[in-house]
């Protein structure tokens, strides 16, 4: 229960809520395990209730009508996933499938809706942190699209340099196929601009960490996003 209680605390929807509360939640939920490729939901099905990871990572995803996989998000620790469809009371909209083996711990619908029916404090702080997910979303996604690939690569760098809260290196949370399916490119392409941004000391490649040699640098490909204040990702 300890356990499950500090996830909860770390979860940006639970944040600031009182012990008693993280308790309850606690207390209605359930871990569940998935092998690496193991599906959590597929589009379409009826969400009965939503996760948090607790270790590993899950990915979300759509397919083309030829197979093609797009990825449109991977989640980590502490975050949370397939919330929106169970608040909306909508199908899923996309596929969920764990990357490795991964634990996640399981919120039931019913009985989440009977805590926020008891505990009105509960539901505003919920309403109050999605809506700020939703803009910031929504804000990521504008500043992905209209890029072209390097400008996209260079803002996941950002992105993941302020989730991760380092100013000096990052570690990638994909392997780099898959990213070239999240930023809409192919793995050949991708190679190739991680190779120039190398080549002009923007940064530097290492397997799955990449050291962050010039961030001004990558700030300006990004389109400054960041130094406008435009994106707050956390």
């Not at 929807?13 to 939920?29: M, Q, V, Y």
């Not at 290196?169 to 190679?191: H, R, Y």
């Not at 991680?194 to 002009?200: G, I, P, V």
Request: hydrophobic share 45%; charged share 25%.
């Amino acid at each position: 229960m300890a356990q499950i209680k500090d996830l909860l605390q770390r979860c940006f929807l639970f944040k600031g809520l009182p012990e008693k509360a993280l308790l309850d939640i606690a207390s209605i939920g359930s871990i569940k395990k998935f092998k690496p490729r193991q599906t959590v939901f597929l589009e379409g099905d009826p969400p009965s209730g939503f996760h948090i990871v607790i270790d590993g990572s899950i990915k979300i995803f759509k397919l083309s009508p030829e197979g093609r996989e797009q990825i449109l998000h991977v989640f980590g620790p502490g975050e949370p996933f397939g919330e929106a469809a169970v608040f909306a009371q909508a199908r899923f909209p996309a596929n969920a499938t764990a990357m490795k083996p991964s634990r996640t711990f399981y919120i039931p619908r019913d009985a989440f809706v009977r805590l926020l029916n008891q505990d009105p404090s509960l539901a505003m702080n919920l309403l109050a942190i999605l809506s700020k997910r939703l803009m910031n979303f929504a804000r990521m996604i504008g500043d992905l699209s209209l890029k072209e690939v390097p400008g996209r690569l260079a803002t996941y760098l950002l992105i993941l340099m302020n989730r991760q809260d380092n100013s000096t290196s990052v570690t990638l949370d994909m392997p780099k196929t898959q990213l070239a399916s999240l930023l809409g490119t192919i793995p050949e392409t991708l190679s190739r601009i991680f190779a120039k941004m190398q080549a002009e000391k923007i940064i530097s490649v290492q397997g799955p960490k990449i050291e962050i040699l010039d961030q001004d640098a990558l700030k300006e490909l990004s389109g400054n996003i960041f130094q406008e204040g435009r994106l707050e990702i956390k």
